[in-house]
């Protein structure tokens, strides 16, 4: 805390998500030691990246896998790979649209605030069916020589009008395109990191190293077919080429490592429990005052399988002082406000992302801020 409280900034516990904005998440001792690790000696970055690769396919049970910095670069290297096939002449030429595919499928009801990405490996989004329905000739006719992939995004929490993944994939594979799935905050459950590569057929995957993983907040995973996965290293860094600007270091890459293979081996059962035992000891802790109604959700904002409690109250007026007031105090209490149509309804917290003794400050602070 002392680096921050000497530039001047509060301390923020994070009762809110994995949000960039408030840090991601916080690194578990065993990352943090592999890039101290990582940190003391030189390396070879090529060696490395297919040393990691190697390791973290294995962890993930993909054919092949990358370390980037973030999920976002990863699917600006995904595409990059897609185009070029890893083709130095097409790399020289890029943007290259006479050469490299330039367009990817995306459904309208997947546009996220990440789409930059997409722009930034030089294609356009050809956008199919609207926030009500797709049909599957959409995606058909979409498809064309300039396609380069299919973009999906996962996750329950989007509106449930896209195709399914299983008739996408059936769409892209018979016309020979490649489909990503943008998968980020998509963990839990852990057999998500080989899920859509191995049994829904996606032909790539990409997830941030720096949410529910806990690796450094600037990496993310790629994992998938091998032959995609070697053409998007081709454009990364050490390579000085079209991705060299979203470099992972050699603390990036081995903190990842570390955060798979510890993500991978932990017991989500009994944590899962400990988040069950928090969100009902909040529910308890909050119930009965007037004009609030807590609950407990099984789902976190991006539709995983993370319990929290949603702090419902009827007066918005009061519901906003409540929000101003947590975000104001010492340290400041990170919440996902519910603003609806724009007005305060109440707010979310969630238990996974606390440190030991916080659930307890977060209810007192709850509690004072809808009751003052
Ligand atoms: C967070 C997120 C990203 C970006 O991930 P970074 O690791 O921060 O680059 C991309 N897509 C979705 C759906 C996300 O939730």
Redesign the pocket.
Known sequence: MSFYSDLGLKPVINAAT?F?ALG?SLMPEEVLEAMRDAAGSFVDMHDLHLAAGKRLAELTRNDAAYAT???????VLALLGIRSKGDPRVLREFPGRDLAPSEVIMHAAHR?P?DA?IAMSGVTIRQIGNIQQTFDWELEAAITEKTAAVLY?A?SHLPQVALPLSEVVRIAKSRGVPVIV????QLPPMENLWHFTREAGADVA??????ALRGP?A??LMVGNAEIIEAARQNGAPFQRWARAMKAGKEEVAGLVAAVERFINLDHAALHGQWLATVDAWREGLRGLDGVSPHAELLNE?GQPVPRLYVGMTDSGRAARALAELEGASPRVAVLPDLRNGTAHGFWIGPDLLQDGEAQIVQDAVRSAITN
Not at 69 to 75: P, Q, R, V
């Open positions: 994995t960039t991601g910095s973030g999920c976002a670069a990863a699917l996220i990440y990405a995004v996750g943008d998968a980020a905050a990409v997830f941030s190293g720096g949410k907040q990496s993310g991006a």
